[in-house]
């Protein structure tokens, strides 16, 4: 079962700023992640598949990059309504689990 | 558009069962898988399983396996989680998601409370 490990658990900004979350799975998953945003309350959102396109509507200030064990999400520049839960999916093997969750909040 | 629409919340007894359902719209049905997530109260998301609409094949997680039952009705277009034995720490809000390149649409979700 491969093991997705998400850093930092926490991550304090500013609006306006970079944010640069990771996604580290236990063996090689391609290119078969995924990215989700959650907010209190709502249903996750994918932003990113298949580790680098954006979603139907997900703004371009999101991308995704990596390929492998290591995978990156930015936001270019966080907006009011970006500051949320974001979850790595692996879908390259089954069970196809979830990472911990990086939790972006206002510094 | 797509959508997902999920049965009401839910007080279950331990050791009572519940099932849940998730009733699509806007797309053809069977071309697609649904997968079942779960969170509980503060904690992160939770894979349980997938059921292909169009054959019914499933795949669930290994810890549910044995207590977990999903199905689906192409009649009405609706898919259905049905999880046993109920525990408290079974306790979560209950999705259900279009596979599509990644969980594309999700349901509202379903809170499931198990409580003596």
């Known amino acids: 079962e491969i093991v997705l490990t998400q850093s930092p658990a926490t991550l304090s900004l500013s609006p306006g700023e970079r944010a640069t979350l990771s996604c580290r799975a236990s063996?090689?998953?391609?290119?078969?992640l995924a990215w989700y945003q959650q907010k209190p309350g709502q249903a996750p959102r994918l932003l990113i598949y298949?580790?680098?396109n954006r979603a139907t509507g997900i703004p371009a200030r999101f991308s995704g990059s990596g390929s492998g064990t290591d995978f990156t999400l930015t936001i270019s520049s966080l907006e009011p309504e970006d500051f949320a839960v974001y979850y790595c999916?692996?879908?390259?093997?089954?069970?196809?689990?979830f990472g911990p969750g990086t939790k972006v909040d206002i510094k | 558009q797509v959508q997902l629409v999920q049965s009401g919340a839910e007080v279950k007894k331990p050791g009572a069962s519940v099932k849940v359902s998730c009733k699509a719209s806007?797309?053809?049905?069977?071309?697609?898988?649904i997968s079942w997530v779960r969170q509980a109260p503060g904690q992160g998301l939770e894979w349980m399983g997938w059921?292909?609409?169009?054959?019914?094949?499933?795949n669930y997680a290994q810890k549910l396996q044995g207590r977990v039952t999903m199905t689906t009705d192409t009649s009405t277009s609706t898919a259905y989680m049905e999880l046993r034995s109920l525990r408290s720490d079974d306790t979560a809000v209950y999705y259900c998601?279009?596979?599509?390149?990644?969980?594309?649409?999700w349901g509202q979700g379903t809170l499931v409370t198990v409580s003596s």
């Open positions: 998601a279009r596979d599509l390149r990644g969980y594309q649409d």
């Open positions: 806007g797309y053809t049905f069977t071309s697609y898988g």
């Open positions: 059921i292909s609409a169009y054959n019914g094949n499933t």
């Open positions: 063996q090689s998953v391609s290119s078969y």
């Open positions: 298949d580790a680098s």
């Open positions: 999916q692996q879908r390259s093997n089954w069970p196809p689990a």
